[in-house]
């Protein structure tokens, strides 16, 4: 995926979804993170989500419900980016967390 991205010259971002106690929140995270999450997550049910913006882009989707042979499904969007996605950017400060009241 980020070689068919770098390949049609665009920007590759990796959303992944962390959890934070019992809160899942989707982050965008470095390459070197998101490496490391996407061979972890081989078998969980969290979500991830590679991106690549430019003059092509696409989004690849790793599919998280329930599949009764046990497969794991991802998906191809062409012509598709992150702006229906809720996430966190990577360079931002907002992290999320539950506060004591």
């Not at 019992?22 to 979500?47: M, N």
Request: proline residues 3%.
């Amino acid at each position: 995926m980020y070689a068919l991205c770098k390949k049609e010259n665009g920007t590759a971002s990796v959303i992944v979804s962390k959890r934070f106690g019992k809160v899942a929140r989707y982050t965008e995270v470095s390459a070197e993170e998101a490496f490391s999450h996407l061979l972890a997550s081989g078998e969980g049910k969290d979500p991830w989500f590679f991106a690549c913006e430019g003059e092509n882009r696409f989004i690849v989707e790793k599919d998280y419900q329930y599949s009764p042979d046990g497969a794991n499904r991802f998906y191809f969007h062409p012509k598709r980016g992150l702006e229906w996605v809720d996430y966190v950017k990577a360079d931002s400060d907002k992290v999320a967390s539950l506060e004591a009241r």
